[in-house]
């Protein structure tokens, strides 16, 4: 039996930056992935954002984290020779006379400042009866092509098998751990909303978010800007844009659904006011954590079993910033974050 210094569980945003920080670090890895079609990462439209919710909030340790994205997203593009992460400026509309107050609150803000200014600009297109506002530290990461891409190298590398995951084969001992008849001195798994069917992991509070999303044709729309009012409109080209997400709780149905379509779809006609063609609706599942922060580190019984989690939408901004902590923490002993610990869920009998 072949033994590896790693098995990464799932090759979603998450499990591909941590199998290539493990990598880079010489460690012999292998992922194993059940190529989940209703996983977020291959579906989402990969939005970066400094401003985010209907609060306008600075996302959690922006700065920290756009850098951290902005280099290891390049340094896997230089490695599969592509480049995978577009900067573009958010032209982001008022959805009502609260919106347009908040914001004038928020503006007084320095830090809020820096990633603002407001405009007159008007669009024939857009719908911008409040008025509207440009980010400028916005983009997207190609999230559907990074994730083929790095899959194929992957597989080149012999560091990659397409498997469904069988928990009960489990074996734990110190030397390391016996998984799908695989031996590894750790496992990680980043799962993302499967992490709910996993019994290791069972308590852990993830709440699986169905999200919604369109590849649309649009061709009076310009390609300027990514266009925000409720939903985003991501150009792509050619006239087309990804449109997305919506957020639902407590749906089951796997694959997209009439609710979703509906929902969306009257998102983007109340952002459009120009004649549009949805060409493919997709849908996945975010795994969502209950404080919106990740959750990261070692099993409480299992300590060489590791959970990589939680990152909910912002998973293409926290996956290499909580990474790389969590690499540092298995291979060199530093401490997580306190916020992003696995261990605020820790079953009491285990404490």
Known sequence: MKEFDF?????????????YR??????????????????????????????????????????????????????????LGKNYLFEKETFQSFGNIKEQNDFSLKAEDEL??????????????????????????????????????????AIQQEQLKTEQIDWSSFQHSEEGIKL????????????????TQNPLFNFVPLIPTKGDVFLLKCDELPDTFIWKKGVYLVPLGNGIFKAGSTYRWNVEEL??????????YSKVEAQLQVPFEVLEHLSGFRPASKNRYPIIGAHPIFKNLFAFNGLGTRGIMLAPYVS???VYHILVGTEIEPAIQINRYYPKSSQ
């Not at 098995?7 to 199998?19: E, P, S």
């Not at 719908?127 to 899959?151: A, M, P, V």
């Not at 799908?180 to 992490?195: D, H, P, T």
């Open 22 to 79: 493990l990598m880079k670090a010489g460690k012999s890895v292998l992922i194993l992935d059940e190529a989940e079609p209703y996983q977020s990462s291959s579906v989402a439209a990969g939005m970066y954002n400094a401003i985010s919710g209907k609060r306008m909030t600075l996302s959690w340790k922006w700065e920290e984290t756009f850098l951290e994205a902005k280099a290891l997203y390049s340094e896997i593009g230089e490695l």
């Open 180 to 195: 799908n008849g695989y031996f590894a001195k750790q496992v990680i798994s980043c799962e993302g909303w499967k992490l």
């Open 324 to 326: 790389k902590q969590l």
């Open 112 to 153: 809020f400042q820096k990633h603002i200014r407001p405009t007159e600009q008007k669009f024939p297109a857009i719908r911008n009866e409040f008025g509207s506002f440009i980010i400028n530290s916005t983009g997207w990461l190609q999230t559907h092509e990074f994730l083929k891409d790095f899959k194929e190298y």
């Open 255 to 264: 694959g997209p659904d009439k609710d979703g379509y509906e929902e969306l």
């Open 7 to 19: 098995l990464i569980i799932g090759q979603g945003i998450a499990g591909t930056v941590m199998a």
